[in-house]
């Protein structure tokens, strides 16, 4: 009788499991039109197909960036530099409250800060 009992005791918590896996599959199966398919591809192999009409040029970011002015220094992509100091082959000819010149090859180049970065005051 005890075995009996055990079995059926067990066997409601198996049938009860499965009841549940199967009402989530049921409920799985409604999202899937909702779902879109991803394109298969190899991932084994280095070569990967591009549909190269969909590529475009991207234009070339300005490299030196001024992020913040404090005294005397300037901080160029997150390099402190003084007036004198060479980074990225340019040399530090001027540092104002607002802006840097620098100078390559008898070239100029202004970086002003940007209204989102403040002046650090002494």
């Known amino acids: 009788m005890r075995k009996i009992f055990l079995l059926i005791f067990i066997g409601s918590f198996v049938f009860a499991d499965v009841l549940t896996i199967i009402t989530k599959i049921k409920q799985m199966e409604?999202?899937?039109?909702?779902?879109?398919?991803?394109p298969a591809y190899n991932?084994?192999?280095?070569?990967?197909?591009?549909?190269?009409?969909?590529?475009t040029a991207v234009p070339k970011q300005n490299s030196l960036v001024l992020n913040a002015i404090f005294q005397n220094k300037a901080n160029i992509n997150g390099i402190w530099v003084k007036r004198?100091?060479?980074?990225?082959?340019?040399?530090?000819v001027k540092?104002?409250?607002?802006?840097?010149?620098?100078?390559?090859?008898?070239?100029?180049?202004?970086?002003?800060?940007?209204?989102?970065?403040?002046?650090?005051?002494k």
Not at 30 to 38: D, E
Not at 84 to 92: C, K
Not at 104 to 119: A, G, Q, R
């Open 43 to 55: 991932i084994f192999t280095k070569d990967i197909e591009i549909n190269k009409s969909k590529i």
């Open 84 to 92: 004198g100091d060479n980074i990225e082959g340019y040399v530090v």
């Open 30 to 38: 409604k999202y899937k039109p909702v779902f879109k398919t991803v």
């Open 95 to 121: 540092i104002t409250d607002k802006e840097v010149v620098l100078k390559k090859d008898n070239i100029y180049k202004k970086l002003s800060l940007t209204p989102k970065v403040l002046k650090v005051a």
